[in-house]
């Protein structure tokens, strides 16, 4: 599974409005919906039932990375968001450090198996030291797509 097939492009923002982990996560649930991934009216519940795993458990996984992610029947085809901060975000990481990307993951519930999937796709890619560093570099909406792409085809890292 390509990191690519997995983002909506139309739901990447550089430089994210929210500095709080909640409003993160709105932010980046808004934009999945008004890219047309995610129904508009059920925005608000995929939101909350994000925002109620992450009370559970925090997905800040470390080194400024967060992949806050939620299994709903109320969307029908996987999409993730992918949001950054310069400032850093307080996600309750592992390390306890601030987070600055965010990549957040809807899935269908009756998918479970493609939900792992792109799990280890996403956490696969984190993985690399260069992604991640120059993920929180990156300004633009085109410099984050230029860079999925470049780590699906392995040209430069």
């Given at each position: 599974m390509k990191f690519s097939e997995l983002v909506c492009s139309n739901a990447i923002i550089p430089n994210m409005k929210a500095?709080?982990?909640d409003e993160v996560v709105i932010e980046l649930v808004n934009a999945l919906a008004q890219a047309g991934r995610i129904p508009k009216r059920s925005s608000k519940?995929?939101?909350e039932a994000i925002i109620a795993r992450e009370?559970?458990?925090s997905t800040g996984?470390?080194?400024g990375v967060?992949?806050?992610h939620v299994k709903s029947k109320l969307v029908r085809e996987?999409?993730?968001a992918i949001g950054t901060s310069s400032a850093g975000i307080d996600f309750d990481s592992l390390d306890k450090q601030p987070v600055f990307s965010v990549i957040l993951l809807v899935s269908p519930e009756d998918k479970p198996d493609i939900h792992?999937?792109?799990m280890e796709?996403?956490?696969k890619r984190l993985q690399n030291d260069d992604f991640r560093k120059f993920l929180r570099q990156s300004q633009t909406v085109e410099q984050i797509k230029d860079l999925i792409s470049e780590l699906d085809d392995k040209t430069s890292f």
């Open positions: 500095n709080k982990r519940s995929i939101a009370n559970e458990a996984i470390g080194r967060a992949v806050p996987m999409a993730a792992l999937r792109a796709t996403i956490f």
